[in-house]
């Protein structure tokens, strides 16, 4: 194949991420000009990711406990961001662009926890940057509170750091592994009261899912009184339910006045 430049292979490459070819579907790439006698046989995925080589035996790593002893480790939000940073048993990190770890400003009264990042999130590195964030900022802003409001302030964070590959659902076992990263997370921040938004932060922080049957129904989550509520990517697909999310903002806002 011709060769091109630095400069036209990356525009080349821009111009396909435009496109919404933005993803690697595969680990490695296929050429698919390459004769048949050129093809290298491509590498056997191992079929025991957390496997560890040791000196005499092969030692299985378990990612539960090895999440909950890292984070129990962190003693401060910067360290449980690094932490996360290095944890590598969680195969979501692969596929992801960046880790989204908070927004918002530490030690805010509320503390909300979202899904998990999308596009935006995993490019930018920041939640709720997309659609539903700009919803989540003008719902919080019709309560005089907001990321960037000093004086009322919101500290977001998510069920899961890294993007699912193609926004597929999150597994029980990606949500199970981050969940001791999660209530850390909680418990260092440490808000007045915690807002569990849509049915994957249900389903970390209180084992449930039905977010339309469980929101504004007070609860506690990490020793802290919690409100479930409709996640705003819902709420822009069914504006009806815009009424009962004003309802939970009202709840939210007389709890923080208490
Ligand atoms: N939805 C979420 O729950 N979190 C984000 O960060 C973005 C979209």
């Not at 406990?65 to 360290?79: H, P, R, S, V, W």
């Not at 909680?186 to 449930?208: F, R, T």
């Not at 899912?209 to 697909?237: D, F, S």
Request: some cysteine; aromatic content about 6%; overall charge neutral.
């Amino acid at each position: 194949m011709e060769s091109v430049d630095f400069h036209t292979a990356r525009a080349l490459l821009e111009w396909q991420i435009e496109l919404g070819a933005d993803e690697c579907i595969s680990d490695t790439p296929v050429d698919r000009y390459a004769l048949p006698d050129r093809l290298t046989k491509p590498k056997k995925p191992d079929a025991k990711p957390h496997l560890t080589k040791g000196p005499v035996k092969m030692e299985a790593r378990d990612p539960l406990a090895e999440a909950q002893k890292i984070a129990n480790g962190a003693d401060t939000l910067e360290a449980l961001r690094v932490a996360m940073e290095a944890f590598d048993l969680c195969d979501l990190k692969r596929g992801a662009r960046n880790m989204v770890f908070s927004g918002g400003i530490a030690g805010a009264p509320v503390m909300i926890v979202g899904e998990t990042p999308d596009r935006d999130e995993d490019r930018s590195g920041k939640p709720f940057v997309g659609a539903p964030g700009h919803l989540l900022d003008r719902m919080f802003g019709a309560i005089d509170m907001g990321r960037e409001n000093a004086e009322a302030p919101i500290y977001i964070t998510n069920t899961l750091p890294w993007r699912p590959p193609h926004n597929r659902d999150p597994k029980p076992e990606e949500i199970a592994m981050m969940k001791p990263f999660l209530l850390r997370h909680i418990e260092l921040a440490d808000p007045k009261v915690v807002v569990i938004m849509g049915n994957w932060a249900c389903q970390a922080l209180m084992s449930k899912r039905g977010i339309t049957r469980l929101r504004g129904e007070w609860t506690t989550v990490a020793g802290k009184p919690a409100l479930p509520m409709c996640h705003p990517a819902y709420l822009l697909r069914n504006p009806a339910a815009k009424r009962e999310a004003w309802a939970d903002l009202l709840s939210l806002k007389a709890a923080i006045d208490k």
